[in-house]
């Protein structure tokens, strides 16, 4: 029996990325990428797979329901990634002879989530980590804060806002209010979601997690009324000392930052221009690698979100305009004349500029240059009996029509000039 053919379809909550798409993205990668070498951290990447057993439990029980798991198989329990930060705590505890006391590193790859698709949310997508491991000083907290800062203004953002604020205060204010039936790392998850879904709706939450509505009203009240930490304090005065705006860094007492691993500082990126919702976020978490690996490293870092990070740089219009890879198109005249074609493409490349050959010896040069016109080409460079005859090279510019024959030389000065 034959079997029924899948229809060509992406799977929902995955994204393909056609090349308009995809050089957006590679730009705001190259931006982030040129402040975290800045500040030197170092690139890494982990699998896309780990163990399940690794995974689960590290984040809490809300977000392990979207860990993806199966069985490979070897019988073994498997997981995807669901961010980076606990694979890399992994590599802490698994290479710790290897890597030196304070490591700090950048890893851009994808994550994945079980999660519900919709606007913004998908079940794959792109994070951009930044960590520094093995320092609990402060200013490893500043530098992650003013690194994420200057990321974002380097893409071109004119307003970023950090909003901080410190889990022991939070452990502090809530730790009265639990019981039974509620611990504080529940009360925590549901403080998260009061800029999303409002305090009355997080009221009945924790209603419905057992608090009496007396409770719950004052936990958000002593929330609202809870003071900067010393260690806080010191971060702010430290990351304004490297360049972070006074006014661009608030504290925020009711962040909380729903993942359990979180120990101190936490914070968050928004940008006041883009609505859709933080653009990043991260904090301290000291016990991760320990409970990972029996080592003990502290750790600070932040997960970017890179989707929105490129959403808001393009609704925004900080992306130039993303056309074609190629300076210039080296058309076929006709197969007579293909060997003085591939030498020419050939010469261009060496020289360094970016050639596409047009992959065919028996098309009229007018689909050639409509071809170069749909593809965003610049240049189409025409190599034929009479350009042959006279050692010279026609090149046209596609935008404005003009038409000149110059040596090969001067073609590739101008290439190289004008792009």
Avoid: H
Avoid at 7 to 23: A, V
Avoid at 161 to 177: A, C, M, V
């Amino acid at each position: 029996m034959t079997k029924k053919m899948q229809k060509p379809q992406t799977l929902k909550g995955f994204r393909d990325f056609l090349p308009e798409e995809k050089r957006k993205r590679d730009f705001i990668i190259q931006r982030i990428k040129q402040v975290f070498e800045l500040f030197g951290f170092e690139p890494l990447e982990t699998p896309t797979l780990e163990y399940a057993g690794l995974l689960l439990g590290k984040y809490g029980d809300e977000a392990d329901k979207l860990v993806y798991t199966f069985t490979d198989r070897g019988k073994r329990q498997i997981g995807l990634r669901f961010d980076q930060t606990v694979p890399t705590a992994r590599i802490l505890a698994q290479y710790q002879n290897q890597l030196p006391k304070y490591f700090r590193r950048y890893q851009i790859q994808n994550v994945f989530r079980a999660d519900k698709p919709q606007k913004g949310r998908f079940r794959e997508f792109t994070q951009c980590d930044i960590d520094i491991f093995g320092s609990s000083s402060p200013l490893a907290d500043a530098e992650i804060v003013s690194c994420t800062y200057w990321a974002f203004k380097n893409i071109g953002f004119k307003q970023v806002k950090i909003k901080i604020n410190d889990r022991q205060i939070l452990f502090e204010t809530l730790k009265p209010f639990t019981n039974k039936t509620v611990d504080v790392f529940s009360l925590i998850q549901s403080i998260d979601k009061l800029n999303k879904i409002g305090a009355e709706a997080v009221i009945s939450e924790l209603e419905n997690k057992g608090l009496n509505k007396n409770d719950a009203q004052k936990v958000l009240k002593e929330i609202g009324q809870a003071k900067t930490s010393p260690s806080l304090k010191s971060i702010i005065e430290a990351a304004v000392g490297l360049g972070v705006a006074k006014t661009d860094i608030q504290f925020s007492p009711s962040l909380a930052r729903g993942l359990d691993y979180y120990t101190d500082m936490i914070f968050e990126v928004v940008l006041p221009e883009y609505t859709a919702g933080s653009c990043g976020g991260g904090g301290r978490y000291d016990k991760l690698i320990a409970q990972l690996g029996g080592v003990d490293i502290p750790a600070v870092g932040i997960a970017f979100g890179f989707d929105r990070m490129v959403e808001a740089a393009d609704q925004l219009g900080l992306i130039p305009e993303q056309k074609s890879g190629a300076q210039v198109l080296v058309t076929v005249f006709s197969p007579e004349y293909l060997t003085q074609s591939l030498q020419l493409a050939s010469r261009l490349r060496q020289a360094g500029v970016k050639t596409e050959l047009y992959p065919d010896t028996n098309v009229r040069l007018d689909k050639q240059f409509k071809y170069a016109n749909k593809k965003g080409i610049p240049r189409v460079a025409i190599v034929g009996p009479e350009e042959i005859r006279a050692n010279i090279i026609a090149v046209k510019n596609m935008k404005t029509g003009e038409q000149e024959t110059i040596s090969l030389e001067k073609t590739i000065e101008k290439l190289i000039t004008n792009g």
